[in-house]
């Protein structure tokens, strides 16, 4: 299964186990395999495919919520959901955080509350 969630593109699958009949998930995240951290996954087997593919997406949304949970080495960043270009530009909404560029910034934000943003008030002299 292969979705793009915030901008990032997530490829779940899983593999059975050799000589078991445990399944593993395995999630990549923008082209990096992930690994998953024992504490937040301990068990690693689940009793068929699909509940291990649906694991390992979920692990892979997790992954890009969170990104200060993953290892420096995987390098993942947040994208403007509209382009896709590399942002630390966000505003969240509904319980959900929205990452956008600067140029689409008025356009997610619409998009998402259905309102035109605000104009800041101009500094008192």
Same mark, same amino acid.
């Given at each position: 299964?292969?979705?793009?969630?915030?901008?990032?593109?997530? &490829?779940?699958?899983?593999?059975?186990?050799?000589? @078991?009949?445990?399944?593993? $998930?395995? =999630? +990549? +995240?923008?082209?990096? *395999?992930? =690994?998953?951290?024992?504490? %937040?996954?301990?068990?690693? *087997?689940?009793?068929? !495919?699909? !509940?291990? @593919?649906?694991?390992?997406?979920?692990?892979?949304?997790?992954?890009?919520?969170? $990104? =200060?949970?993953?290892?420096?080495?995987?390098?993942? =960043?947040?994208?403007?959901?509209?382009?896709? &270009?590399?942002? %630390?530009?966000?505003?969240?909404?509904?319980?959900?955080?929205?990452?956008?560029? !600067?140029?689409?910034?008025?356009?997610?934000?619409? *998009? +998402? @509350?259905?309102?035109? $943003? &605000? &104009?800041?008030?101009? $500094?008192?002299?």
């Amino acid at each position: 299964m292969e979705i793009t969630y915030k901008g990032h593109n997530i &490829k779940a699958t899983a593999r059975l186990l050799p000589g @078991t009949d445990a399944w593993e $998930p395995h =999630t +990549v +995240v923008d082209g990096q *395999r992930i =690994t998953f951290d024992p504490l %937040n996954f301990r068990n690693r *087997r689940f009793n068929n !495919e699909q !509940e291990a @593919t649906d694991y390992a997406l979920e692990y892979g949304k997790w992954l890009i919520d969170h $990104p =200060t949970s993953v290892s420096a080495d995987s390098q993942l =960043t947040t994208k403007c959901e509209i382009c896709g &270009k590399a942002t %630390n530009l966000s505003f969240s909404f509904g319980g959900k955080i929205y990452y956008y560029c !600067e140029q689409h910034k008025e356009e997610l934000y619409r *998009r +998402v @509350t259905g309102k035109t $943003p &605000k &104009k800041p008030a101009k $500094p008192k002299k």
